[in-house]
């Protein structure tokens, strides 16, 4: 009798727990929600599609930086994603069990430093380095959009290397993680069946394939909400262009540097709705990342090793 | 898992961290009940007036005054909390604009400008040349995006024998809203008509071109960094980082470099046609010695105070700040108030009540 008493008082306390988080999650999108109406009114839809940014004569569109924040996390996530991969499948499968230890930790490491001394050292040591790159870009190339533009240093394609940097650590040790739990037993069936090491490995990456997927959109979230490491390279120009020499905007990082001199109400309303958008879009991405995870379970009807949410445990 | 663990310390540490900060913050508003505490004064606004500030506030506290608790958190949140009621004043680069006013009045009653400083912002560039010249036509066709290469005949005219290069205009402006971006853009809307109706003044605008930096430092440091690169931030930024500054055409026809004088040389043109309320914008002022982009910075106080003590308190806080506080401006390189700016200040503060009387 008591005892089922204590179990429901547990099951209820930490089902109050649980909802709390639902409740924080819901409480953060009214408030965006309330605190920009003015220019959900003023602007509706065209916001999404709108292109000025202009505080004096009142005129805000978010696209350039709806752009600018995709644009520069998909970049990072190409560059970070078979560098992380790289470095699980090595520190995993390959490495010598004294290195295994200190690379770990060098990887984590990473993670650790704060985003501003990211931006620092972007300004001062990477951007010139990419202005060089930049200058020695023949001329042939310089006719492709990609690489249209003067070489200012600061630019889309520092901003998206400076977060590949930052999201190494994160993918590469969910991804470690991952690759550490396949049974052993498949590998060694692959060996059993003649396969090269390399094979071996593949098997493994084929089994977590759908938790490595995840590793990469965590990594994909992560840079989405960077603000202080990319304002500091990215050059803050709020303008559509696919060029990597460009200096462009983010959604996080126009919050952060206009919201404390936001003088009159609209302006203001405005910037909360990026916030409102960065949101949404950040929930959207969690949420097709969820459904492609679901969807590859079902088609090869095994269960991933890490659920998703023990993957959000080892990053967080 | 290791990661976890980490985490779980980290953000411990942060909680205790915060609590702590929280905890800290706290005690003051608590001790301003207590009749036997000294009164504590509460400010937030205008980066630009920390370092000035501090120092004043300091000695104020010293020689007895009230202790001044000051937060920079910019110009606009600054003029914020001070209609939010959170603190007593607020500090700000620009004066409210109409939509402030009428906020601003509706919930305190009308308010007050007092100039308290003055700074001159450096237009500084990265070129093998010394002692660059600019008008304002030309600096504004730069940041039109209008000239691109250091060559161009506009500027070249301006600076006869020297041989300016081929190298690219690379133009860097702030990111975030500010008060320096509000009087560069001032001075800019009044010296070219294109540039007042194709962007205007404020404190964050949309930029033609360039890129924006955060910070005076980031401007400074893009600057330095960048071969053909213009910016502008506040002198002390060119200073502390031997980065040349334009010598600019003033009013007068003379090319002046930034300084603390030339800033308070603009500042005292400036006084003789002050409006009433105090909110003048002084950029291109006239004078052989004025450099054309310097501007106040104010301390906007309601013009009634609620609270008797407090009221009293901020009252003398702001007569010390305008007139001995003054005395540490020069060091800091901000321009003292001229004397009779200073007047014009106490006149305005003279103009407070303390809940409908005049101070006692």
Request: aromatic share 8%; with cysteine.
């Amino acid at each position: 009798m008591t005892r089922s008493r204590d179990d429901g008082m547990f099951r209820f306390t930490t089902a109050a727990f649980a909802a709390v988080v639902l409740l924080i999650v819901i409480a953060i999108g009214v408030e965006l929600w309330r605190q920009s109406f003015l220019s959900i009114e003023k602007f509706g839809l065209h916001f999404w599609t709108g292109t000025i940014w202009n505080p004096v004569s009142g005129q805000f569109g978010a696209l350039p930086f709806i752009w600018g924040t995709l644009y520069s996390s998909i970049l990072a996530l190409i560059i970070a994603t078979p560098i992380s991969l790289g470095i699980a499948v090595f520190i995993s499968e390959l490495s010598p069990q004294m290195l295994r230890q200190p690379l770990t930790y060098l990887t984590e490491l990473l993670a650790a430093i704060p985003s501003i001394v990211y931006g620092l050292w972007g300004i001062f040591v990477l951007t010139p380095i990419v202005r060089k790159l930049e200058l020695a870009v023949p001329d042939p190339l310089k006719k492709l959009p990609l690489f249209s533009g003067p070489p200012l240093g600061v630019g889309m394609g520092t901003a998206a290397l400076i977060l590949a940097i930052m999201v190494v650590p994160f993918t590469s040790s969910v991804a470690r993680e991952i690759l550490k739990n396949v049974p052993m037993a498949q590998r060694e069936a692959a060996y059993a069946l003649g396969s090269t090491r390399w094979e071996a490995i593949k098997v493994a990456l084929g089994y977590g394939k759908s938790g490595i997927i995840g590793a990469v959109m965590l990594g994909f979230g992560r840079a989405l909400g960077e603000t202080m490491a990319v304002t500091m390279v990215i050059g803050n120009n709020p303008q559509v262009s696919a060029s990597l020499f460009a200096p462009q905007y983010t959604m996080a990082a126009v919050i952060a540097n206009e919201f404390t001199e936001a003088a009159d109400e609209l302006y203001l309303h405005a910037l909360i709705e990026i916030g409102l958008l960065l949101f949404i879009i950040t929930i959207a991405v969690n949420a097709l990342s969820r459904l492609f995870i679901w969807s590859m379970q079902k088609r090869t009807g095994r269960t991933v090793i890490l659920r998703p949410a023990a993957i959000e445990e080892v990053a967080a | 898992m290791k990661i976890r663990k980490i985490s779980i310390a980290a953000v411990a540490a942060a909680t205790a961290l915060s609590i702590a900060a929280c905890q800290k913050a706290e005690t003051p508003s608590g001790t301003t009940a207590a009749t036997s505490a000294p009164v504590r004064l509460q400010g937030a606004g205008s980066t630009f007036d920390t370092p000035l500030f501090s120092k004043v506030f300091d000695a104020y506290q010293k020689i007895g005054g009230a202790e001044v608790n000051y937060q920079s958190i910019g110009s606009g949140g600054g003029v914020q909390q001070l209609t939010a009621g959170v603190v007593d004043f607020g500090a700000s680069d620009f004066p409210l604009n109409d939509e402030q006013t009428r906020t601003a009045e509706a919930a305190g009653g009308p308010v007050v400008h007092v100039p308290v400083t003055m700074g001159a912002v450096s237009v500084g560039y990265n070129l093998p040349v010394d002692g660059l010249k600019l008008d304002g036509e030309t600096l504004s066709d730069i940041y039109l995006g209008k000239i691109t290469k250091w060559n161009a005949p506009k500027i070249a005219a301006l600076n006869p024998g020297v041989k300016l290069p081929d190298t690219a205009v690379a133009v860097v402006h702030r990111a975030e809203g500010s008060g320096t971006t509000f009087i560069f853009t001032s001075y800019l809307a009044a010296v070219s008509p294109e540039w007042k109706s194709k962007v205007g003044a404020a404190g964050s605008v949309q930029w033609p071109t360039g890129v924006g930096a955060k910070g005076s430092e980031g401007v400074s440091g893009q600057v330095m960094n960048t071969p053909g690169g213009i910016g502008y931030f506040e002198m002390s930024y060119a200073d502390q980082n031997h980065i040349k500054s334009a010598l600019l055409k003033n009013a007068s026809g003379k090319f002046v470099a930034p300084s603390v004088k030339g800033a308070a040389d603009a500042g005292a043109g400036a006084a003789a046609n002050m409006p009433a309320d105090l909110k003048a914008i002084f950029v291109n002022a006239p004078g052989d010695t004025s450099y054309p982009i310097s501007g106040f910075s104010w301390i906007v106080v309601f013009k009634d105070q609620k609270d008797a003590t407090k009221g009293k308190a901020l009252i003398d806080l702001l007569k010390y700040v305008v007139t001995d506080g003054q005395q540490f401006a020069e060091p800091l390189e901000y321009a003292p108030l001229p004397k009779p700016v200073q007047d014009l200040d106490l006149k305005a503060i003279s103009t407070m009540t303390i809940a409908g009387q005049p101070p006692k």
